[in-house]
């Protein structure tokens, strides 16, 4: 088991994350007061709980306000922040379910539901102790290295409850991009590692700087230059996970340089680059 030591602001900011190394799977345990995380979003499929205090973040453009007792179920690909509305702050624990594990293990299981990114909760907050306890006994046998056989029976536990939180996804219609604003995105895409500017997106749309802005917030719920490192972060995670250093991946996804990198990731994740990597991969800077 790899892990990273806890990184502390002060003492009222404090994260402790481990990682499976052969399911990939990440367990995070932390504190915070006040602001916790700016807005981003994660391949992973997160899961979790709020320990102690109250959390708030907003999360598919509502405001959500979890206490102890309520499980966290947040999407791939789903924008989310986080802040302490009260003094004491709150401590809460996650699990990062890749993917591509969540679909090896939902076949397995036969949980159709849970394969692909066309997976969708049907709340994102749920008040269900019994599922809270399933996800603290998964988390603790992630972080507590408890061994494969407690790791392998946790989590097909947790996933076989997560079965029943499933809904249809929505139907695209009507929720789907302006193909304007579509060809926006996906050179976002294919440009990632570029230095676009507004213009140059506005004569891929065919309209106006401004209206752009304006379809892409409605569209995206986030500005082009947000999306933008959004993708390049994930793109990062993805990259330190795998052994690069950090000067390697912020040249690779778009990134001024190594320190332009680690003010985004840490805004995003509260952990340094060169920490995450290390919990990945336990390979020294």
Do not use: K
């Not at 996906?186 to 379809?215: K, P, V, W």
Request: aromatic share 8%; charged share 25%; with cysteine.
């Amino acid at each position: 088991m790899t892990s990273t030591p806890a990184t502390c602001d002060s003492p009222d900011h404090w994260l402790i994350a481990r990682r499976d190394p052969e399911t990939g799977i990440e367990s995070l345990r932390a504190h915070f007061s006040g602001h916790a995380y700016d807005p981003h979003d994660h391949d992973d499929m997160l899961i979790g709980y709020t320990e102690q205090g109250v959390q708030r973040f907003q999360c598919h453009r509502l405001l959500h306000t979890s206490v102890p007792g309520r499980a966290i179920l947040i999407e791939p690909g789903a924008l989310h922040d986080g802040h302490a509305p009260e003094a004491a702050g709150f401590t809460y624990a996650m699990l990062y379910l890749p993917q591509a594990w969540v679909e090896r293990a939902a076949r397995r299981l036969d949980l159709p539901g849970l394969r692909g990114v066309e997976a969708a909760f049907g709340q994102t907050l749920v008040d269900d102790r019994a599922l809270v306890e399933t996800i603290r006994q998964a988390c603790a046998a992630i972080y507590c290295d408890d061994g494969r056989l407690a790791r392998d029976q946790a989590l097909d536990r947790l996933l076989l409850q997560l079965g029943a939180q499933l809904r249809e996804p929505p139907a695209p219609a009507g929720l789907a991009a302006p193909p304007a604003i579509a060809r926006v995105r996906d050179l976002l895409h294919e440009q990632m590692d570029g230095n676009l500017g507004l213009d140059e997106l506005a004569d891929a749309a065919g309209i106006d700087r401004f209206r752009l802005t304006r379809l892409f917030q409605r569209a995206f719920g986030s500005s082009p230059h947000a999306y933008l490192v959004r993708l390049r972060l994930r793109a990062a995670r993805r990259l330190l996970a795998s052994g690069r250093t950090p000067a390697q991946v912020a040249a690779e996804v778009g990134f001024a340089d190594q320190s332009h990198l680690g003010r985004w990731f840490r805004r995003a994740y509260r952990i340094t680059p060169a920490a995450y990597r290390r919990m990945c991969t336990n390979v020294p800077d």
